[in-house]
């Protein structure tokens, strides 16, 4: 079965070991002990980090079509936010009737601007099973069209970056507007609970971050299985050598739109991570800047490893939690910085470093072997 | 969205996959038909109301000075270059024109590139892997196994190009004459009934031309594969041809056995009156 | 009432056309003003108007003041002493005022003790035709058209006579032409069907109203020829709006154009993806702010000084982008953008830090604020004709850079075959930074266009870049004409759409417009053809 394959590769192990003991150690350093205890994670931290996690699977997600693919997507912020906003419509209508304005059915914003009735991309996201298999299609099914479009006309490399870029622009545009019907400006916020579990308690805090922490092993494992198979070893040829991939027989096109509808789905499941965890959805979302920003992570850990993209993106939003907090003016410098340092001195990322210090050691050894070798 | 590509893939079997690689029609003889084709790059006509025939199990040589159009003739008939005018014909069935490069290629037409192009992040292994006729949709191509069987086969085809030793090696640290055969080994598993070959030899020492020509010759033959083989390299040309086709300015200038080619004045002239023995770039 | 009304600019005008207006001494007395104002102080409007009416015939000089503050509502009372003052700023609890005989100092009064002399419609018309007549009589050629305007459609039978002799004396045909329009109007009024030949195809809203009312006319000849007049003036008020948005469209355009063809040969030519190109164009904005800062009150010399400094400026930033960046990321054109990407945020927090995170006012020179009157419906403000001269002037220099100049040649050389170009001696790295500072430095000029335009602030690159990417995208890469033709049609696209469905709707409808364009025509409106353009 394609998807156990990556179940017997050495380092998803390695990743799925050391994922699943954070997990299970931030889970009982916030439980068993005592808040006055030193080692004692709060839950705002716990927050935290399972925000860090949905970011994480937000970069596997841009690994997968940057890193296999060779389609740099200045655009998944938008199937994230665009699985965030699905989740929101979700807990905007779990809100019901104790809305500041306590209408049964619109939420509070709709009734700020006297609609009468829900519009009708709203009716069914009161049911959890529609709403989660929203967040998954929205995406999807604007990355099936987006990408139906672009790999058919072939507009690949520089020019699809800068249409992505445009269409999250557009979208951002869009959603700022109240006639939207998200909020416009606000965007979603003020939710109570999920699943009837309320949001703010600190056990369902917990719960998503172990939410998030399976669906960021999930969505590694799922990356992975696509990346061993030979559809992998195709959009890899596709990344190299379009043209001969074509003259191979495979249609290139659907290739790449397959693995970009996916990926847009697992940035879309992301988004809806996001969301309850942070208790707002908003067109900053859809920013530009912020879907350049994923892909600085993804550059940061090193391209087309998968676990790369999760450490470059824990790592750059640890920084910006620190920097943001004890000097806000330098952020915008460390982050342009950290763009053009990681460009230009660090191709392949953390884990090109790594790889690197690997092979050599592992080099080293052998030479050190050998002679024993000659001489027994 | 996996199953939904997989019925839109399915959807397109019944329709249009099913006559593409259904047998190519060569009852009435020639297995590939260039009729009056003529393609213009802003005004300058690469190829002129060239006409062209090449047999079944044919191996034919082209040969002609830079900008006779040689390469554009090849990007017509694998799709990636639409000509202004004139008609493409795969067998008496397939018009080639009305194809994309994916359709042509499974229809059972091989290119080798002037340049080598290999992948080069994969092992020599993996692009044979990806060379292979199989099924090349999607949720085959991602549920695909390795079977023994084809395991067997490109392990054959790693043997007849003699990189046997370097295949779990990156394709990118091969030489340039070891990324000819591996192009060469591509097109094998591909198993097509038409080879379009361009410059197969560059770069290559005599030795590995010489087991070239064995590989070309061998492969071409009725029913099996017929061969067309692009080169400057005269003694080449020479060692493996039976006919030869000149290009020149687009259209073609002579046609014919080796020698009758290179007697004919015209050839000579434009050659410039060079020794067509020597290697004429 | 309405007669009153009507009756008094005519009375007024009788006088001081034949010199009826009784010359009054310079020792004004106190008690008479104070009684021409008393009378004023009525509840009744009818009576107020006999007062106004007492007033202008009064021939009092301090008359045309006392109108206009009534106008303004700044002539008010105090409640006890019953003096009369003007109110000289109407803002907190205690009000500087001026006495309204004297107009001399008054201290500050209180705005519980004072009373204001209250007008209606009716009365503010009466005020405005008297003031409009009497205007008429100044020197300032544009005093006497506005008072001309001012007068449409409130001529009376009273007027005519001397409004007749006035056209006869006046030397300026803009003022003789809207009075003529004024009696004819008043003609019209009275059922003249002739009237209307004069009228026809004037732009005017009041002729407008008064062909308007001529429709509903008892006399079926009169309402047919109103009609149609109308529909003759409704046509050309399309026309207008429709050249107006053209304009508009243009004008965008112009900024669209400037703003991308510098990233046109960045790009386009060099293949090099600038993400900073936008904070070059704001480093172009800013230069214009520092000139206009080190040469205060001479914002006109600032601004044509900026023209070389923002270039300067730009193309040194540019060139300084290109050494310590894009040159090792040479045929790696997605770390590129990424690069450029960091270097934009840089330069951003840079201006925050250094200048300020606020917007800073450019100011726009005199001969550059106001605007050129192409008829009363049309007139096209400066600074925006301004900036589309500039983008052309631009375009057309830099075209002859590209074609006429070695330079020019070098880069295509150089874009087109570079190893090739490097055996024939040409220094290919030399060419890139000349040309990415060329590049560069033209969106520094776009800078300082835009600094006539817009607010200059951090975030001013940020708002241009993807624009300008799309226009070079859907002009197709590598062709300076294109990039023109694209952002020229875009800017009027987004103005045409824009009265439809609003301006960011009309945004996102462009977006989506080029984003299924490129789909299309992945190599824009005038794509490069043939093998080079394959690879």
Redesign the interface.
């Known amino acids: 079965m394609w998807l156990t394959r990556p179940f017997r590769e050495r380092s998803t192990q390695l990743f799925l070991g050391v994922l699943l003991a954070a997990l299970a150690i931030v889970t009982f350093l916030n439980l068993a002990l005592p808040a006055d205890n030193p080692l004692h994670v709060s839950t705002y931290t716990v927050t935290l980090l399972g925000k860090y996690l949905s970011y994480a699977l937000l970069a596997v997600a841009v690994d997968l079509v940057w890193g296999y693919l060779g389609i740099l997507s200045l655009g998944h912020g938008a199937f994230f936010a665009l699985g965030g906003y699905a989740m929101g419509m979700y807990l905007m209508r779990q809100i019901g009737d104790r809305g500041t304005y306590g209408d049964p059915v619109l939420p509070d914003f709709m009734v700020f601007l006297d609609w009468d009735s829900l519009p009708w991309y709203w009716l069914g996201f009161d049911m959890p099973w529609f709403a989660f298999l929203m967040v998954m299609l929205a995406p999807g099914l604007l990355a099936l069209v987006f990408g139906f479009l672009a790999f058919r006309s072939r507009v690949t490399g520089v020019y699809l970056s800068i249409i992505t870029q445009a269409m999250t622009f557009a979208l951002m545009l869009a959603f700022f507007r109240n006639e939207m019907g998200f909020g416009g400006n606000n965007g979603l916020t003020d939710f109570r609970e999920l699943l009837n579990f309320d949001l703010r308690s600190d056990a369902t805090r917990l719960g998503l971050f172990i939410a998030t922490g399976i669906a960021l092993a999930l969505g590694y494992v799922i990356c992975r299985a696509i990346v061993a198979s030979k559809l992998g070893r195709v959009s890899v040829a596709t990344r190299d050598a379009e043209a001969r991939t074509r003259f191979l027989g495979y249609r290139v096109e659907r290739f790449q739109l397959f693995v970009f509808v996916v990926s847009a789905m697992l940035a879309g499941v992301a988004g809806a991570l996001y969301v309850p965890q942070v208790g707002i959805i908003n067109p900053s979302e859809f920013s530009p800047i912020f879907s350049i920003e994923i892909v600085l992570w993804v550059a940061l850990g090193g391209r087309g490893t998968l676990y790369g993209a999760v450490i470059g993106a824990i790592l750059v939003n640890y920084a910006k939690t620190v920097f943001t907090g004890a000097m806000p003016d330098a952020w915008l410098f460390a982050l342009g910085g950290l763009f053009v340092l990681v460009t230009v001195f660090l191709p392949k990322g953390i884990a090109g470093l790594l790889a690197y210090r690997f092979k050599r050691d592992r080099q080293a050894s052998r030479s050190h072997d050998s002679p024993k070798e000659a001489a027994a | 969205?996996?199953f939904?590509?997989s019925l839109?893939?399915r959807d397109r079997v019944f329709d249009f996959l099913v006559p593409a690689t259904s047998p190519v029609d060569v009852r009435h003889g020639p297995i590939l038909y260039l009729d009056d084709v003529t393609v213009t790059?802003?005004g300058?006509r690469?190829i002129d109301n060239l006409n062209l025939t090449i047999d079944d199990g044919e191996l034919r040589c082209i040969i002609g000075p830079n900008g006779a159009g040689k390469t554009?003739m090849m990007d017509i008939i694998?799709g990636?270059t639409r000509p202004d005018t004139g008609s493409v014909w795969f067998g008496s069935r397939h018009n080639l024109l009305a194809m994309?490069?994916?359709d042509i290629?499974?229809l059972g037409i091989?290119?080798k590139?002037q340049k080598p192009?290999?992948?080069?992040?994969?092992s020599v292994f993996?692009n044979l892997?990806?060379?292979m006729?199989a099924d090349?949709?999607?949720l085959p191509?991602?549920?695909?196994?390795m079977t023994g069987e084809i395991r067997d086969r490109i392990e054959e085809v790693l043997e007849t190009i003699g990189l046997t030793e370097l295949r779990h090696g990156p394709a990118g640290i091969l030489s340039h004459g070891q990324k000819q055969w591996l192009e060469i080994g591509?097109l094998l598993m591909?198993r097509p009934r038409l080879l379009l070959v361009d410059e197969p030899v560059a770069g290559m020492t005599g030795q590995e031309m010489e087991r070239t020509a064995e590989l070309l010759t061998g492969l071409a033959g009725k029913g099996k594969q017929s061969v067309v083989v692009v080169e400057h390299d005269m003694g080449f040309v020479r060692s493996i041809a039976r006919t030869v086709t000149v290009l020149h300015q687009g259209r073609v200038l002579a046609e014919g056995s080796m020698d009758q080619v290179a007697s004919d004045p015209k050839v000579i002239e434009v050659y410039l009156g060079a020794d067509p023995d020597e290697e004429v770039a | 009432m309405r007669m009153i009304r009507s009756f008094v600019p005519g009375l007024l005008l009788l006088c001081l056309l034949f010199g009826l207006v009784p010359v009054v001494q310079a020792q004004e007395d106190e008690a008479a003003g104070q009684a021409l104002l008393e009378a004023l102080a009525v509840s009744s409007y009818e009576a107020k108007s006999e007062a106004i009416e007492s007033i202008i015939t009064s021939g009092d000089e301090r008359s045309r003041r006392w109108l206009e503050e009534l106008l303004g509502g700044k002539l008010q009372r105090h409640k006890e002493t019953g003096r009369f003052v003007i109110v000289l700023e109407n803002r907190g609890r205690n009000w500087p005022v001026i006495d309204a005989l004297s107009f001399e100092d008054a201290g500050e009064m209180s705005r519980r003790d004072l009373d204001r002399i209250g007008i209606n419609n009716a009365l503010r018309g009466q005020l405005q035709s008297a003031l409009a007549v009497l205007d008429l009589y100044t020197d300032d050629v544009d005093d006497r058209r506005d008072a001309a305007r001012e007068l449409l459609g409130s001529v009376d039978a009273a007027m005519v006579e001397p409004l007749r002799e006035l056209v006869g004396s006046e030397d300026d045909a803009e003022v003789r032409r809207l009075l003529e329009q004024g009696l004819a109007i008043h003609r019209l009024n009275e059922g003249d069907i002739d009237a209307i030949a004069e009228l026809e195809g004037s732009l005017n809203s009041r002729v407008r109203a008064a062909l308007n009312s001529a429709t509903r006319s008892d006399n079926p000849l009169v309402a047919d020829a109103a009609s149609a007049a109308l529909l003759d003036i409704e046509q050309k008020l399309r026309i207008n709006s429709g050249l107006e948005t053209l304009y508009f469209g243009l004008s965008l355009g112009s900024v669209l154009v400037l703003a991308a063809i510098g990233l046109a040969i960045t790009f386009g030519v060099m293949g090099v993806i600038n993400m900073a190109h936008g904070e070059l164009i704001m480093l172009g904005a800013y230069t214009t702010w520092g000139m206009q800062q080190m040469l205060p009150g001479q914002p006109g010399l600032a601004l044509v000084l900026a023209i070389p400094a923002g270039f300067v400026v730009s193309a040194l930033a540019g060139i300084a982008i290109e050494r310590g960046v894009i040159q090792f990321l040479k045929g790696r054109p997605l770390e590129t953008l990424l690069a450029t990407f960091g270097v934009s945020l840089i330069l951003q927090q840079l201006v925050r830090t250094v200048i300020s995170p606020l917007n800073r006012t450019v100011v726009s020179p005199e001969w550059m604020s106001g605007s050129l009157m192409i008829n009363e419906g049309l007139s096209l403000t400066l600074n925006r004709l301004f900036v589309l001269g500039f983008a052309l002037v631009v375009f057309a220099c830099l075209m002859l850079v590209m074609r006429r100049t070695r330079l020019g040649l070098e880069v295509r050389a150089v874009t087109q075959n570079r190893a090739m170009a490097r055996a024939m001696g040409i220094r290919a790295t030399r060419v890139d930074i000349m040309t990415f500072a060329l590049g560069s430095g033209v969106a520094g000029l776009a800078g300082v266009a835009l600094s006539q335009l817009t607010n200059v602030g951090p975030n001013l690159g940020q708002n241009y870049i993807i624009d300008s990417f799309m226009v070079v995208v859907f002009g197709g890469v590598g062709n300076l004409w294109g990039t023109l033709v694209a952002g020229l049609s875009l800017g009027v696209i987004n103005q045409v759409l824009e009265p439809w469905v609003g301006a960011v709707l009309a945004k996102i409808v462009v977006l989506v417009f080029i984003i299924l364009f490129i789909q299309k025509r992945p190599r824009g409106l005038f794509p490069q053809k043939g093998r080079a353009a394959e690879g």
């Open positions: 969205m996996s939904l590509s839109a893939d790059f802003d300058f690469a554009t694998t990636k994309n490069e994916p290629a499974s091989g290119r590139f192009t290999v992948f080069e992040a994969l993996e892997e990806l060379a006729a090349k949709r999607i191509t991602l549920t695909a196994r591509m591909q």
